[in-house]
Each structure stands twice: as C-alpha cells, then as structure tokens.
C-alpha cells in the first residue's frame, strides 16, 4: 500500500458547551447523543485489529461532556497498546482541585498528551482562566499539553465557518482552488471517527460507503466518487463534476473549504453514504 492510516480521532459528540462561529463539525449544545462506552470498546478493537493504527486521540464537539468516556477510552486504548490524547476547550474546569483530579486520572490512565482550544470565538463562551488553569495543572503533573488558538488567517471555512464567516473574507474565483491545502486524501495518515461508525478523511467526507475498519487499509482513492475529482483537481474539479449535475459556483469562495464544502452539500443527496452524517451538515 502507498499509505498507511496510523492515527484515529475519535469524534467523541457533535455536543459541545460552545456554538463557536468557526467550527467545522457544528459543535453546539444539544447535539445528541455522543458515543458509549461500548462503542469505544468496539471501535477500539476493530482498530487494534488492523494492526496499522498506533495512536487515537479524543475530541468532539467537546469530549469532555463525557468525561467517564474520555477516561475509559484512555484506559482501554493504553491496554490495547494505541498511544491517547485528547481535545478540550477547558470548559469544565469549574476549579483548580477538579482539572488536577482529572488530569491524574488521566496519566495514570495514560493519556500521552492533551490540546486545549482557546481563541478569539471560544473566548466568547469561556473565560481564558479556565485555560490558563489547565495548562498550569497540566505542567505541574508532567503532562504534555499545548494550546490551540485559531486566527481568523488559519480558519478553514467548512461547517459553521461557511455560513458565519466567509461572507465577511475576500473571495476566490473557483477556478483558483484548484489543491486541497489541509488534508492528504490520496495517502491519508488519519482519520475521524464518529459515533455512527463513519470514518472521514475530512470531517463530512467519509472514507467509504459503509463503517467498517478494514477500509483502513484497503481504502483506494482512486475508486472514490468523491476524492477522485479532489485529487484530479481540487475543489474546482468536483465543482466541474457537480456542475453536470445542476451545481451553479458563487462567484467566489473564501478558500479551497469553503468551494470544497458548498459543492459537498449540494451533492449529499446522491451520495448520501459518503458525505455526512447530518450533524457534520448543520443538519
């Protein structure tokens, strides 16, 4: 194989206790449902099984909502031998004797590194204390931790950030985004996995038509109705298959995402399968 998909993101939820402008899963309140321990269980063994995923890291939406799940993930993929990480916009740390009970939770359970989100849209939702706490726990305990921050320059305009933000952002021609500039579809080296078992390459473009595991290793980008244009020309080029089908382009686009993502939405009806599930929609 030309690749090989080492990494797994667990999307955790579509919930989260933000309704950021920029988010590309549509991140809110109210998301339903996120994934049970059995779920974790089970994705985690089937990943295991492939024997090329060597790390998987948990986020959402905001992962933390489900904080026992977070732990148990931890615990199980540690025992099945996949390194953990995980994702959390520090939300819940409503004291510093909580976020230090967590984190030593969480290394002991061996969690191998931990991003915290925070900038100009999450601040808006959470006070920047919260962070700043949790980075201090963090390094007291020894734990790895960064923090993710966002400038309107690094925001890719897919989910939310397409409806909210590209509006407001100098627009490109379509026949310019011709490169997808984030995510390597031909030889990816992970992926998203959500609740319903869909793998996404991108977040709403799902490696295949079913969730099943082995397409870990048997994907082929080539045979994909969707990446196939994508890899032939970009966003432009499956804006030209699309367009056979009825899509008109806007007159321009605040980047490659944002093209990427407008001709997704029009083409979901015929290829309900590999582009979803609704919550990745705004649906």
């Known amino acids: ?6 990494g797994v993101h667990f999307l955790i ?17 109210g998301r339903g449902p996120g994934m049970g321990v059995a779920d974790v269980d089970r994705f985690l063994d089937q ?14 939406g905001e992962a933390f909502l489900h904080y026992e799940v977070v732990l148990h993930f931890t615990r199980r993929a540690t025992r099945l031998g996949l390194a953990p990480s995980a994702l959390t916009n520090a939300s819940w740390v409503t004291s510093r004797g909580l976020a230090e009970e967590r ?6 359970a061996g969690l191998t590194s931990l991003g915290v989100s925070t900038d100009q849209w999450h601040r808006r939702y959470i006070p920047l204390a919260k962070v700043e ?28 950030a397409a409806h909210r933000l590209a509006r407001d952002r100098p627009l490109r021609p379509a026949s310019e985004l011709t490169t997808c500039p984030h ?4 030889a990816p080296s992970r992926v998203h996995l959500d609740r319903y078992g869909r793998l996404h390459l991108c977040q709403g473009l799902n490696l295949t038509d079913a969730p099943r595991a082995e397409a870990l290793v048997s994907y082929d980008p080539a045979a994909h109705p969707i990446v196939r244009h994508l890899a ?5 080029a499956l804006a030209r298959f699309a367009a056979d089908l009825g899509f008109q382009p806007a007159p321009g686009y605040a980047d490659a995402c944002h093209l ?4 997704r939405r029009f083409l979901r009806s015929r290829f309900p399968a590999l582009l979803g599930p609704d919550e990745m929609y705004g649906a």
Do not use: K, N
């Open 103 to 108: 984190v030593a939770e969480l290394l002991a």
């Open 232 to 236: 032939d020309g970009g966003p432009h």
């Open 260 to 263: 990427c993502y407008c001709v």
């Open 133 to 160: 706490t949790l980075l201090e726990v963090c390094a007291a305990a020894g734990l790895q931790a960064s923090r993710m921050e966002t400038s309107l320059e690094g925001v890719m305009f897919r989910g939310r």
């Open 47 to 60: 990943l295991a099984a492939t024997g090329s995923v060597r790390s998987v890291c948990a986020e959402g």
């Open 183 to 186: 995510e390597q579809l031909t």
């Open 13 to 29: 939820t579509y919930a989260c206790s933000s309704q950021c402008d920029h988010c590309f899963v549509w991140g809110a309140p």
């Open 1 to 6: 194989m030309s690749h090989t998909i080492s």
